[in-house]
């Protein structure tokens, strides 16, 4: 843990009396949240210009709510030292002091805000969230999508369940679909049919209403799968920086897609204790909630344990991967995963690559086993696909094969 000058950090500014007390702890939460040095001092003189201000004004922290550090971002400065005379404070300072607030509401010395409210769930709406968690098994980003696609489409389907037939649907869906891509309204087709067979199981609408949303044509193998060479996976590899921290870890994320052709998602909710070290397997959480291991080579496991050993923030969090920025966090999303290898493309200059996301690492290890003699049972089970006919996908850029097997075209008299 880096250490921080307290009396440093407060030259010149004299904090109020009122948050005097819990000045010391504030800092020390930010140190252990991975803030640096510079970043802990603006944060701490932010806060002590906040209790001057609330000193000056005879206002306690019983009384500090978000309406208070709203007065306190309009007014104009007088406090020598602060954000400048007569002016009002950034609105980074303002953050700042609204960051320490949150730190009081936690040590019980300031109340808690009040609620904020919310918009009432529409009536079809009830218990769907609930229904896709418990019997479903979908993550909450998935939740979260279905929830909003849906509630696009509530006020033209209308308020009354028992009212939908199937002209109803396919004529509200086909109206939502206008004007947007294949992609997005697929999605529209996965969230609709899942409510309808929500309100089904509930007994609020007629049964098999699902079968009525259109399917969305798609030939999902119908292109070559996108993939580099792999000298170029390589070069994606060895572009981290391995004197600072983020290029350790992203070293560990690149090789772990490279390698064992994980997914993006694989890699956001990976835990420490996914990682056997004596019987040197990793353990993967597929799409369907299904648990695998998954052999970890040497050159991965080195990876990764110099990213825990030199690189990863002291912690108790039990994912393996954290943001390196402050605050100490796990991946958000799967987007930060295709960040690192976007970032790293563009670090190893290779131009115009086929995507730019993390799937491109895992087409890529695939493309490599089959040119390697790899079975397509062997890729399936490495790349966990359920269907083998996902993984006959690759089997296209064995251009040599596809020759060896391709028929004449058949001759056409001529007229």
């Known amino acids: 843990m880096q250490s921080y000058d307290l009396a440093d950090a ?22 252990a949240g991975g803030y640096a040095l510079l970043s802990t001092r603006d944060y701490v003189r932010s806060a002590a210009h906040l209790g001057r201000w609330l000193d000056t004004r005879g206002i306690g922290l019983q009384e500090l709510s978000d309406a208070t550090v709203a007065r306190f971002a309009r007014h104009l ?144 193998v119908s292109a070559l799968p996108r993939y580099i060479e792999p000298s170029d996976v390589e070069r994606v ?30 890699i956001m909710v990976m835990k420490l204790d996914d990682l056997d070290w004596r019987a040197g397997t990793v353990r993967v959480r597929a799409k369907s909630r299904r648990e695998v291991r998954m052999p970890l080579p040497q050159e991965v496991g080195d990876a990764l344990l110099d990213y825990l050993v030199r690189a990863r923030p002291a912690t108790e969090i039990a994912r393996v991967f954290l943001c390196t920025n402050a605050p100490v966090r796990p991946f958000p999303t799967t987007v930060t995963v295709s960040d690192i290898v976007r970032l790293a493309l563009k670090r190893a200059g290779i131009k115009d690559p086929p995507s730019r996301g993390a799937h491109l690492l895992r087409h890529s290890a695939a493309t490599a086993m089959l040119r390697a003699g790899a079975s397509l049972d062997a ?17 296209k850029v064995d251009v040599a094969l596809l020759r060896s097997v391709a028929q004449p075209w058949p001759e056409v008299p001529q007229c």
């Open 237 to 266: 590899i060895a572009s981290c920086d391995l004197g600072k921290p983020c290029g350790i870890r992203d070293r560990a994320v690149l090789l772990l897609l490279a390698r064992l052709g994980l997914r993006a998602g694989d």
């Open 10 to 31: 407060l030259a010149g500014l004299r904090p109020g009396e009122c948050v005097q007390p819990y000045i010391q702890s504030f800092a020390a939460q930010l140190v």
């Open 77 to 220: 400065c007088e406090c020598p030292g602060a954000c400048g005379h007569g002016r009002s404070p950034s609105s980074h300072y303002v953050a700042r002091a609204r960051r320490f607030v949150e730190h009081l509401r936690l040590e019980g010395v300031v109340p808690l805000a009040a609620p904020s409210s919310t918009r009432a769930i529409p009536g079809p709406l009830v218990g769907f969230r609930e229904w896709m968690l418990r019997h479903r098994g979908l993550t909450v980003w998935t939740i979260n999508r279905y929830e909003f696609l849906v509630s696009k489409m509530l006020p033209s389907l209308g308020e009354d369940p028992a009212s939908y037939d199937a002209a109803l649907v396919r004529r509200v869906f086909l109206g939502q679909i206008q004007r947007i891509g294949q992609v997005y309204a697929k999605c529209f087709v996965s969230a609709l049919r899942a409510f309808l067979r929500f309100l089904a199981v509930e007994g609020r609408c007629r049964s098999h209403l699902d079968r009525a949303v259109p399917t969305i044509p798609a030939w999902r």
């Open 379 to 395: 890729i399936a089970t490495v790349l966990r696909h359920e269907s083998t006919d996902t993984t006959a996908h690759y089997a």
